[in-house]
């Protein structure tokens, strides 16, 4: 199987745009969650989708935003980005309804906000 | 915030020499899994152990938990240069469906 993938791989935008960051499951995978890294912060979930339902948040703004489609490709969003937001980003896919949880993860997309 | 710290942030060891590292969480768990992440890429999935499990094992690494201590240890034997990465534990807690990261622990292993 293909694994996840995510598009684009690296991206600069400028303070105050927004941005959209995509990712592809593996095949079967219904289960999509991303993650933020930074040196600062470490690696900070987000959200994860379930059959198109966001199941699960992370304490981040209102600016980040995500969906999944019926094909379970999902797409994050932050809006009015910010210095802080530089970031490698990180899409992750796991087969499971409920847990353990085990994860797959994407190369990921290296944002430069400047 | 991060539930995991790890211990030590930074290893460096020849190879052929076993490495170990640390981890440390706050509350009860459903299970503990550890993840490597070569230079800034995606993370791999290494292995998983369960809040009902001592011990586990696979192929070169061996990993234990305390859940009385709440902490756990990855166990790298015969290290080679390929090992070098950042090693980051994760845990899922009980009745959540999300993973929550440590702080990661950097290995170097030196030819």
Request: proline fraction near 4%; glycine fraction near 8%; include cysteine.
């Amino acid at each position: 199987k293909a694994g996840v993938t995510q598009t684009p791989r690296y991206l600069i935008k400028t303070r105050g745009q927004q941005v959209t960051l995509s990712c592809s499951p593996i095949s079967g995978h219904r289960s999509v969650s991303w993650y933020q890294q930074t040196p600062g912060q470490g690696l900070q979930f987000l959200f994860e989708y379930f059959s198109e339902t966001q199941r699960n948040k992370g304490n981040f703004p209102g600016r980040f935003s995500g969906r999944q489609f019926s094909n379970s490709r999902s797409e994050m969003n932050v809006s009015t980005l910010e210095l802080g937001d530089s970031a490698l980003y990180l899409c992750a896919s796991s087969p499971n309804v409920q847990g353990p949880y085990e994860q797959y993860f994407g190369p990921g997309t290296r944002l430069t906000v400047t | 915030s991060q539930q995991g710290e790890e211990d030590p942030q930074a290893l460096s060891i020849q190879e052929g020499e076993n490495a170990t590292m640390n981890c440390s969480y706050k509350t009860s768990i459903n299970n503990l899994q550890w993840y490597r992440q070569n230079s800034g890429r995606g993370l791999v999935h290494l292995i998983l152990i369960r809040s009902n499990e001592r011990e586990k094992h696979s192929g070169r690494l061996r990993v234990t938990l305390d859940t009385s201590k709440k902490s756990s240890s990855l166990l790298i034997t015969a290290s080679r240069a390929a090992d070098t990465a950042s090693y980051f534990c994760a845990t899922v807690r009980t009745g959540f469906q999300k993973l929550v990261f440590g702080t990661g622990t950097r290995l170097l292993v030196s030819p």
